[in-house]
């Protein structure tokens, strides 16, 4: 089990990387007017996309292999859980913002995606607090 435990924390932490960098992709591209400039930005966004995509699939496998294995828990494990279902939103959610820069079809503002940029960064805070402190 603690194979499964390391190669979980392992895939967790690469699906982050890409909840992080993802966004300051869409600041860049939300402030970017040249065509070549735009067209890299868009060609790195879906790239990483696509992997972050690959890296959620067994981070999110393993972690239910452990969740059946070591039981539900309490209620730390339903926050941690219903945060999990938060970050899948958000990942699905920058694919979504994705395809409006491919559209053309952005009207959000840099600012606003500095901001959107903070979420995983609150919800990793919280969720490695809740799986180390079990408060509940």
Same mark, same amino acid.
């Given at each position: 089990?603690l194979?499964?435990?390391a190669?979980?924390?392992?895939?967790?932490?690469s699906?982050?990387?890409?909840?992080f960098?993802?966004?300051?992709?869409?600041?860049?591209l939300?402030? !970017?007017?040249a065509?070549v400039a735009r067209d890299?930005?868009?060609?790195?966004?879906?790239?990483?996309y696509?992997f972050?995509t690959?890296?959620a699939?067994?981070?999110l496998?393993?972690?239910?292999?452990?969740?059946?294995g070591?039981?539900i828990?309490?209620?730390?494990?339903?926050?941690?859980?219903?945060?999990?279902v938060?970050?899948?939103?958000?990942?699905?959610?920058?694919?979504r913002l994705?395809?409006k820069? !491919?559209?053309?079809?952005n009207?959000?503002s840099?600012?606003?995606?500095?901001?959107?940029? !903070?979420?995983p960064?609150?919800?990793l805070?919280?969720?490695?607090?809740?799986?180390?402190?079990k408060?509940?």
């Amino acid at each position: 089990m603690l194979v499964v435990k390391a190669l979980h924390i392992l895939f967790v932490t690469s699906w982050f990387a890409g909840l992080f960098y993802l966004p300051r992709i869409f600041v860049n591209l939300a402030m !970017e007017d040249a065509p070549v400039a735009r067209d890299r930005l868009l060609l790195m966004a879906r790239k990483l996309y696509r992997f972050m995509t690959i890296l959620a699939v067994p981070a999110l496998a393993l972690g239910l292999w452990l969740w059946l294995g070591y039981g539900i828990g309490g209620g730390w494990m339903h926050a941690k859980l219903a945060l999990v279902v938060v970050l899948i939103g958000y990942h699905h959610g920058c694919g979504r913002l994705l395809a409006k820069f !491919e559209a053309g079809t952005n009207t959000r503002s840099h600012k606003w995606y500095r901001w959107f940029n !903070e979420l995983p960064v609150v919800v990793l805070l919280a969720v490695v607090l809740l799986v180390v402190v079990k408060p509940f």
